[in-house]
T-cell receptor, first 115, second 113 residues
């Protein structure tokens, strides 16, 4: 079975600074998909960024980028120019498909932005 | 982007009663929907996978007779918690699949007294 591990229960960063959230996973599959989801206090899950395992190039979405290390089974999220609105729980997730397969979530990292 | 709704957003019920939670994809058709449960300060745990027109697939440890799932149309899946007990109190989140991703509902907070 696939597992996803987030070793940082809480992180904090000064506004406008950069922060990196860590995620490791375990799978025997060669093709899979990785995601970072944000859950603000409203509890609505928001997709931040996703990565296809077959792509070597790291995904980027504006201020959000990932460092995907397939051999190390590592998938970290970098948030640049942190903003107050970035404060939330961040979950790393694994799936065998973009949409039609279940997501396996990590335990989450609570990110606090310090003004 | 696509919208998924859940109803109700909050529900309080007495122990021993049943409660139904609806999950709707408002602007797209979803052959697959997922039901997750999230306890306070914890992660989302998949309960079951719901496929339109067929029986749901439950994760290990989830009682299928207690958590009844029906996916009668391409836009609606329902989760019924039968004979609810206080330990069933939780935040229930559904998601609906499109071709490229899952879209999440806003969640339902269930409190069993």
């Amino acid at each position: 079975a696939q597992t996803v591990t987030q070793s940082q229960p809480e992180m904090s960063v000064q506004e406008a600074e950069t922060v990196t959230l860590s995620c490791t996973y375990d799978t025997s599959e060669s093709d899979y998909y990785l995601f970072w989801y944000k859950q603000p206090p409203s509890r609505q899950m928001i997709l931040v960024i996703r990565q296809e395992a077959y792509k070597q190039q790291n995904a980027t979405e504006n201020r959000f980028s990932v460092n995907f290390q397939k051999a190390a089974k590592s998938f970290s999220l970098k948030i640049s120019d942190s903003q107050l609105g970035d404060a939330a729980m961040y979950f790393c997730a694994y799936s065998q498909d973009f949409g039609n397969e279940k997501l396996t979530f990590g335990t989450g990292t609570r990110l606090t932005i310090i003004p | 982007g696509a919208v998924v709704s859940q109803h109700p957003s909050r529900v309080i019920c007495k122990s021993g009663t049943s409660v139904k939670i609806e999950c709707r994809s408002l602007d797209f058709q979803a052959t697959t929907m997922f039901w997750y449960r999230q306890f306070p300060k914890q992660s989302l745990m998949l309960m079951a996978t719901s496929n339109e027109g067929s029986k749901a697939t439950y994760e290990q440890g989830v009682e299928k007779d207690k958590f009844l799932i029906n996916h009668a149309s391409l836009t609606l899946s329902t989760l019924t918690v039968t004979s609810a007990h206080p330990e069933d109190s939780s935040f229930y989140i559904c998601s609906a699949s499109s071709e490229d991703r899952q879209y999440f509902g806003p969640g339902t907070r269930l409190t069993v007294t």
